[in-house]
């Protein structure tokens, strides 16, 4: 029995040191040298696959984890209950990462694409301080304008880092996401600024893969 204990201390001990190793500065520091568009890059040592996936009658397209699956309507009202939920979110079973999209109804014209980040600033604004807006963005491409919004959102029991990209498809607007728990911020930032930088539309070959400029400078809460 005691040898029994023994062992058990010693697995338990490996496993927390090895938790350690996941998170540590050093190691976090290595990983973020690695871009998603290798392929293949390792997220807290877990190996991670990525490649490129369209939808909306692939029009549009985004780089995202291989294995990422979407979820069941009833699996997004689960996680979204207090309403405003996506038409799509995509994740797996052991990433703190999430993207999807919602196709609104609103009716924006391409050339106004890139003031669209301010309507969205003031809605999240009157909310109050359970959102913070870090920065914003857009870039233009030969055809169409993508603009976006970086944001720290409150909830009752922690942070969530959110990355929000628009786009006129078809002439309605496209309101897209990438987020995850603020506690991963140092590891998962450039994870998500480098999804959103692959953002594209279809009709177009070349794409803007660097990610957008860090604009917080170490910001912490």
Not at 138 to 167: C, D, G, P, Q, V
Request: proline share 5%; with cysteine; aromatic share 10%.
């Amino acid at each position: 029995m005691a040898q029994m204990d023994e062992e058990l201390l010693r697995r338990r001990e490996i496993q927390e040191e090895f938790e350690r190793e996941r998170f540590s500065e050093e190691n976090i520091a290595e990983e973020k040298t690695q871009s998603i568009f290798d392929g293949t890059i390792m997220i807290n040592m877990v190996p991670t696959a990525f490649s490129e996936r369209t939808f909306l009658d692939d029009k549009v397209a985004i780089w995202m984890p291989e294995d990422f699956t979407e979820l069941s309507p009833q699996e997004i009202a689960m996680s979204y209950p207090l309403g405003n939920k996506p038409d799509k979110v995509y994740m797996n079973s052991y990433l703190d990462l999430a993207t999807g999209y919602t196709y609104t109804r609103h009716e924006v014209p391409e050339e106004y694409m890139g003031d669209f980040p301010k309507v969205v600033r003031i809605a999240l604004e009157r909310m109050g301080p359970k959102v913070r807006i870090l920065s914003e963005d857009m870039r233009s491409t030969e055809k169409h304008i993508i603009s976006s919004i970086e944001m720290i959102s409150h909830t009752i029991t922690e942070a969530i880092y959110n990355l929000m990209y628009f786009a006129s498809v078809d002439g309605r607007v496209l309101m897209g996401f990438i987020n995850f728990n603020y506690q991963n911020m140092e590891r998962y930032q450039s994870i998500a600024q480098e999804m959103l930088a692959s953002f594209h539309f279809t009709d177009e070959k070349e794409q803007n893969c660097e990610p957008p400029s860090n604009h917080l400078g170490g910001e912490t809460l």
